[in-house]
Structures are given as C-alpha cells and as structure tokens.
C-alpha cells in the first residue's frame, strides 16, 4: 500500500535531455497515478484549500470524481470555476495556494491538486470534452480587452451568463502572456493554450486579433460608437524595467519579455522559423522571478552556459520552488547576493561582460524581506556576451492614455476595485496585471472572474 503522507511521485523528462529541446518537462499522471494521488484526499468539509484558490474551485468534489475514476464528472466541476484548468494545473504556484492550505500537509506532503487539475483537463482535451454550452443570449455586448488569462476568464465567464462577448487582441494570436510569456517547455502552446482558447470560443466568445486599443479603436470608441455596454481592461502589463546602469543600451542586452516573446511567440528557437535571435554563448540574466527562471532556461536550451544574477539569498528568491529546483538539474548556475554595477561593452558595442558587487542582507526593508547591502570592495567581472533583464513590467500606458475618465497610480497601473473590478469610468472595469502590475496566472483569473461578476451586477441595474 502506497505511504498516504507522500505525494505519488511525477514523472519529468530527465535533466541532462530536457536542457537540449523545447519538450515538455513534466509528463503528468496517468490514470493509476491520477486516482491513487485523489485517495490521499481527506474530503475535508471545512475545505480550505478552496479558500486558498483564487478561482475557488470546488477541488474536493473534483479530487472525488476522480479517485473514482469520473474524469467527466471531474471536469465538469471544474469548469464551473474555471476556464483555462489545463494551463492554471502547470504554472500555478500550488504551493503557496491551494496546496499550502491543504490539512494533509499538516503532518506529511500536500495532495498534488495542480497535477490532478492538469490531468482531468488534459484527459478531457484527448477525450473531446468541451465546457458545457453557455446559456441563451441576454442581448448585451461586452467587450474584453486582452486575450491573456484575466481577458479570457471575465470573457468566459460572462459568455455562460449569456453575454455576447468579443475579445480585442493586440497581438496576431490570443493568450497573451501565455503565449508570449510561458516557454513552452512550461506550457505548451499548440497543445494546451491554443485549445484552452478554443474552449473559451465554445462558449460563444468572438477574438479579434491585430486590434490595439487605443490605435485601432479606444475605449471610449467602443462605449459610444460599436454598441459595447460595458468594457473589461485585461491588457496585462508588458512595459520591461531596466536597472538604469552603464552599459544598458549595448547589443546584446535584452528584457526578458521581449526574448522570452522573440522564442516563445515567433519561435526563434526553431531553425525552420525566419525569426532568429542573438543565442548568446555566455548568458547572465538579472533578477530572481518566475520569468527569470523562464529566461535563463531558455537561453540554457539554445546553448549558452546561464548564470541567474540575484541580490539577495536563496530563500528570497520570489520563483516557484519548483522552477528554481529545475533550473538547478538542468545546469543553471546561481549568483546570489550579487548585484550588477556595469554592462560592459567592446569598441563594437557589444556586451562583453558585467561588473557586479557581492551583497549581504541587513534589515528588513517596506516588503518585509531584508535589504541587500553591498560589500565595500567585492567588486569582480563576468566574462558574458548576453544580458537578459527580468526586473519586473509595468502597464503600457497607451490603453489609460487614450482613455478619458479612466484613473490610473503613479505606476500607471489601472485602479480598479478589488472585489468587482469597477474602475472610475462608468462601464468600465479592469483586472489582472493591468491593475496590480506583473502577478500570476491564477490572480489574473481571479480578478477576470469577479469583473464578469460586477459587470453583471452593473448591467443589471441598467436594465
């Protein structure tokens, strides 16, 4: 009998393979390891791993359906919370969410929900299970701006409702970050997003690509002019900060998301592709988040040695455990409590290495979490040829530009109500990183589902 305080183990593509190809790192359950990892679950009444789940997924009921083998049923109670199950049971970070509050963790490991959630959505996809139909047409026009993970869930959310929905798309492909953003060793794109995407189209939602608002059309433009009653903002927040050091603006320095969108989005990292990038042979990236580990794997795979430069220690790193431990198996070296002074550039303009300073932590700083302090003279060189800054992103301010009424804060992030996403602009509401600036997948499904909500309340009271 297997030990009920340890989760079934998972099986991944092993370290030294994976660092040379674009495949899939984790390789899921199957249905033996699916149903045995739902028997550890303790069905608590008082569940609070739902409490923990942005979505509030009724995730005992699922984990029920499949311990006996109703993948259907599973499904099914699932996508009364959630739109995209596929994507959230890989990229979520689980363990600080509904795994973190789960009582089985108390006393041995946390039921695995992501990895049940990944496989239920994956076994529907294969089997040909679609989402159920939505309701019949209310007569009301919404429109979504942004095709990422809040665009998609306030637009399927409110499409159930009855709602005729049409999404605006900048880019030439709907799923925003997780097209652009997600590696696709991480996420796959043909797979999963794009029939994640699919499910929401099920639903009745039109997606109009190569639409940027506040060029094509604005906001304003849809209200009055294109018959739209009200407007949900999920535009993200794709606008990369930079350090503001000598030697920035070198060739070969980069922001994360324009490399991680040059390989994920234009497929730079396959050769019959006519969108190549600068590979790089040595390769620092800045900074400690989930994109950085995005990055710097990204760039291990096109064959460069990476290094993660890092100001602080281990235990601040912001990334998924998870994704710093695959970082670490594939190759990955860590420069911690090291900070970049200086890019420096050879008589072409090229990056020919980094100057950096070695820090210790003193005091705890406004986050919480103690503040980097250089030491006097630990200055020393990296030889590299590529610079990757993942320092965070911020909103583009095109869409609150064109806008009128619509108020914003000093990081010209959207401000939005927290509960029902209503922005100052009557009609108007708004979610995801557009709102809080970068975040997570899941917090953005969060907030898309309680603007479909306000959004529903506020027709209403219209009509």
């Known amino acids: 009998m297997a030990d009920v305080l340890k989760k079934v183990p998972v099986a991944e593509q092993d370290p030294q393979v994976r660092a040379t190809n674009f495949e899939e790192v984790c390789l899921g359950y199957n249905k033996e390891e699916a149903m045995e990892e739902a028997s550890r679950c303790l069905h608590c009444k008082n569940a609070k791993c739902v409490q923990g789940c942005p979505v509030n997924i009724n995730i005992p009921d699922f984990i029920a359906e499949v311990k006996e083998g109703r993948f259907e049923e599973a499904y099914k109670v699932i996508s009364q919370s959630s739109a995209l199950p596929a994507i959230c049971g890989r990229v979520c ?32 996809r294969e089997n040909g299970i679609k989402p159920e139909a939505p309701a019949e047409k209310n007569g009301h026009k919404i429109a979504v701006i942004g095709s990422g993970p809040s665009g998609l869930t306030c637009a399927g959310d409110l499409a159930k409702m009855g709602y005729d929905v049409t999404i605006f798309e900048a880019l030439h492909k709907a799923g925003g970050v997780l097209v652009y953003g997600i590696p696709e060793f991480r996420l796959p794109k043909d797979k999963v997003v794009a029939k994640e995407v699919e499910n929401v189209k099920a639903l009745g939602v039109k997606i109009e690509t190569n639409v940027v608002v506040g060029k094509s059309v604005t906001i304003d433009d849809l209200l009055t002019e294109e018959g739209f009653e009200a407007v949900f903002i999920g535009s993200g927040a794709g606008l990369p900060m930079f350090m503001g050091i000598p030697g920035e603006q070198a060739k070969g320095v980069f922001s994360a998301n324009e490399y991680l969108t040059r390989n994920n989005l234009m497929k730079a990292f396959r050769e019959d592709y006519d969108t190549p990038i600068a590979h790089g042979k040595k390769v620092a990236v800045v900074g400690g988040g989930n994109v950085a580990m995005d990055a710097a794997r990204t760039a291990l795979r096109l064959g460069a040695e990476v290094h993660i430069v890092y100001r602080r220690s281990e235990a601040e790193l912001p990334a998924r455990k998870e994704e710093v431990h695959h970082a ?38 406004a986050s919480g979490r103690r503040r980097p302090v250089e030491i006097p003279g630990s200055e020393f060189d990296l030889e590299l040829d590529t610079v990757i800054m993942s320092l965070g992103t911020s909103p583009n301010p095109l869409i609150s530009s064109t806008t009128y009424g619509l108020d914003t804060n000093k990081r010209k992030c959207i401000i939005a109500d927290e509960e029902t996403g209503a922005t100052s602009k009557e009609g108007v509401y708004a979610g995801g990183d557009a709102v809080t600036g970068a975040a997570t997948v899941i917090l953005a499904m969060g907030a898309g589902k309680k603007a479909a909500k306000g959004i529903d309340e506020y027709i209403k009271s219209r009509n």
């Open 93 to 124: 970070p689980q363990e600080t969410q509904c795994e973190g509050k789960c009582i089985r963790g108390i006393k041995g490991e946390a039921v695995s929900i992501g990895k049940l959630e990944r496989f239920v959505a994956d076994w529907a």
């Open 328 to 365: 670490k198996e594939e190759g990955i070296i860590f420069d911690l409590l090291t900070n970049p002074k200086e890019i420096l550039v050879d008589e072409n303009g090229f990056v020919k290495g980094m100057t950096c300073v070695k820090m210790e932590l003193g005091e705890p700083d």
